[in-house]
């Protein structure tokens, strides 16, 4: 089976600029999670998408929000990007949802924000 | 609120020698824990979870919820065990995870 991956793996923005992030996950699984990792907070949760519907959701503001297609696949939006929002951003996949199956993460997209 | 703490950012063994890397917590409900590793180059995977009570790679945690401790620990440390490690909680019906900051563990030939 194909792993998890993640477009673009590397991004540059300037601040104020908005940016997408995708996911798709492993063929079968309908669980998408998605972790910012920074040197400074470590890896920290984002939100979870099960079956297109948004399970829970860590304690990010509303600039940072995502969605998930029928075909399990997700995005993640950024919108008024900031300089802290530099980061590597991780998605993971998993059969069922979050907490009850394996999760597999995809390589990352490193964002650069100047 | 959920916390993992993870004390050491940096753990220095040699080869052959036990390794214990540690982990506490705080949640006030029943948590579920996990152990990820991520070797150099690769991606973050799962190492063990707690509810498996199963030994991987000769690693073995055991939940204490007492100490709120789950401390990952292998009698024989071997080169290829450098890596970083990280300790993550899940928690409540609609689920969140929290990881730890991490804990390189570097094993010396």
């Known amino acids: 089976k194909a792993g998890v991956t993640q477009t673009p793996r590397y991004l540059i923005k300037t601040r104020g600029q908005q940016v997408t992030l995708s996911c798709s996950p492993i063929?079968?699984?309908?669980?998408v999670s998605w972790y910012q990792q920074t040197p400074g907070q470590g890896l920290q949760f984002l939100f979870e998408y099960f079956s297109e519907t948004q399970r829970n959701k860590g304690n990010f503001p509303g600039r940072f929000s995502g969605r998930q297609f029928s075909n399990s696949r997700s995005e993640m939006n950024v919108s008024t990007l900031e300089l802290g929002d530099s980061a590597l951003y991780l998605c993971?996949?998993?059969?069922?949802?979050?907490?009850?199956?394996?999760?597999?993460f995809g390589p990352g997209t490193r964002l650069l924000v100047l | 609120a959920q916390r993992v703490t993870q004390p050491e950012k940096l753990l220095s063994v040699f080869k052959g020698a036990p390794v214990e890397l540690k982990c506490n917590y705080s949640?006030?409900?029943?948590?579920?824990l996990f152990w990820y590793v991520q070797y150099s180059r690769q991606r973050l995977q799962l190492l063990l979870r707690?509810?498996s009570r199963e030994s991987i790679k000769g690693f073995t945690a055991d939940l204490n919820k007492g100490e709120t401790s789950f401390h990952l620990k292998k009698p024989f440390a071997q080169e290829e065990d450098s890596a970083m490690y990280y300790c993550?909680?899940?928690?409540?019906?609609?689920?969140?995870?929290?990881f730890g900051t991490g804990t390189k563990l570097q094993v010396i030939p």
């Open positions: 993971a996949s998993s059969l069922g949802p979050l907490g009850q199956e394996t999760q597999y």
């Open positions: 993550a909680l899940t928690s409540g019906g609609y689920q969140k995870v929290t």
């Open positions: 707690h509810i």
């Open positions: 949640y006030s409900g029943s948590p579920e």
């Open positions: 063929s079968g699984h309908r669980s």
